[in-house]
Structure formats: structure tokens, C-alpha cells
């Protein structure tokens, strides 16, 4: 059964402290990993990685894909109170039939 | 550009009731899906569809049916609803093809069955 695992399930640091956020996977047929931060309401894209593409960078985020150990991490460096919702990992099926498998989530807090 | 949209935003319906969650995309997006969201269970897939005319099930189908009879379109409904169907929802559509694409979500429907 494909599944998608991230740690830690919470995570409580202080402003301009350094985050990672983990995300192990095994899915029958990877496609690509892509991170969400979701708040309040709908989760909003991050990073996608692929096989071709595994490193991105945004600001004060960043993101690695290891394709052998079946991975991701996403830091976080110089975190902001901003910086505080659940961050999600999901891993694209690509049997085509475009599902995507979600883990549960990590809860960041940052505090002021 | 309003994306995906979901309706309504919240419900509160009594145990048994039946309801109709509405989902419509714009951007002529093939692959739609519905997600359930519980605390401490991230996103479960419970019904998806890659075309007009084309569903199946996800990883928590039951309770739920779903049809797809245009592009747009794709409503979830619950056909006599139980407390453990308490959660939020969300609809997300996504184009196809290859790498490029990622998925995009509505604003979410907070359902709660008493």
C-alpha cells in the first residue's frame, strides 16, 4: 500500500530559529513530491520536486528530494510567527491516474 | 479567476440527512477529486475523477457517491450522513499532463452531523 510519512507530527520553536520538516515515502510509482503550508483554509503550493528537478529554493525555504532513500526534507531558516500552520507533503501517483497520497502533516508553531 | 469553488462553507446536518457538497472548476481541469481532512489524518482521497463521464474511488469511499457528467462539474454526496462524516472537506482539481502541474484546492466545506 502506498503511503506517505512525515515527522515530527508537531513542532514548537521560537522566531529565528531553523526548521526541518520531514517526508518519507513509498509509492508504487513516483511522479513527483510537492509541499503545501496550509493555515486556516486551503492548502497553498510550496515546491514540487521530480526526478529531474530535486532541490528548490524560495526565500527562506528550501527543499530536497533523495530519490534513493525516498525522501524530502523542507527547511526553514530565520522562521516568523507567519511561518506557523501545517505543512504538507503529498506524493503524485503516476500510474495516470493523477491521485495524490497526503501525510498527515506537521505542525509548526513559532513563537514571537 | 475563481479557481476551484466549493459550496457551502459550512453545514451542520442531523444524522441521516442527505446532502450535496458542490464543487466547480474554471480552468478546464481534467482530473478532479474530493478530500476529507480530520485532525491528526491529513488528506484522504475519497473519490476522484479523471474526465467527464470517469470516477472511482479513493481511500474512504463509503457513505460518499460522486458523478461527473461535465468538465466543471464534480458535487460529492452524502447519502444519509453519520457523525463520523464530520470534517472538512476539500475539492481540488488538476490539468493533465506531466510535470508542471500540482493540484489546485477550494476554500474548503466544514461539515458537522449531530
Known amino acids: 500500500e502506498d503511503k506517505v510519512v512525515q515527522s515530527p507530527l508537531s513542532l514548537v520553536v521560537h522566531e529565528g530559529d531553523t526548521v526541518t520538516l520531514n517526508c518519507s515515502y513509498e509509492?508504487?510509482?513516483?511522479?513527483?513530491l510537492l509541499w503545501y503550508k496550509q493555515e486556516k483554509k486551503a492548502p497553498t503550493f510550496l515546491f514540487m520536486l521530480?526526478?529531474?528537478?530535486i532541490e528548490k529554493k524560495s526565500g527562506r525555504l528550501s527543499s530536497i528530494l533523495d530519490k534513493k532513500e525516498l525522501f524530502s526534507i523542507l527547511n526553514i531558516t530565520a522562521t516568523q510567527t507567519g511561518d506557523s500552520a501545517i505543512y504538507l507533503c503529498?506524493?503524485?501517483?503516476?500510474?495516470?491516474?493523477?491521485?495524490?497520497?497526503f501525510g498527515t502533516g506537521t505542525r509548526l508553531k513559532v513563537l514571537a | 479567476n475563481a479557481g476551484v469553488t466549493q459550496t457551502p462553507k459550512f453545514q451542520v446536518l442531523k444524522t441521516g440527512q442527505s446532502m450535496t457538497l458542490q464543487c466547480a472548476q474554471d480552468m478546464n481541469h481534467e482530473y478532479m477529486s474530493w478530500y476529507r481532512q480530520d485532525p491528526g489524518m491529513g488528506l484522504r482521497l475519497i473519490h476522484y475523477s479523471v474526465g467527464a463521464g470517469i470516477t472511482d474511488q479513493g481511500e474512504v469511499p463509503n457513505g460518499y457517491n460522486v458523478s461527473r457528467s461535465t468538465t466543471e462539474d464534480f458535487p460529492l454526496r452524502l447519502l444519509s450522513a453519520a457523525p463520523s462524516q464530520t470534517s472538512v472537506y476539500f475539492c481540488a482539481s488538476r490539468g493533465k499532463g506531466a510535470f508542471g502541474n500540482t493540484i489546485y484546492f477550494g476554500e474548503g466545506s466544514w461539515l458537522t452531523v449531530v
Open positions: 521530480t526526478p529531474s528537478g
Open positions: 509509492v508504487t510509482n513516483f511522479r513527483s
Open positions: 503529498a506524493v503524485e501517483d503516476g500510474s495516470g491516474t493523477y491521485k495524490y497520497i
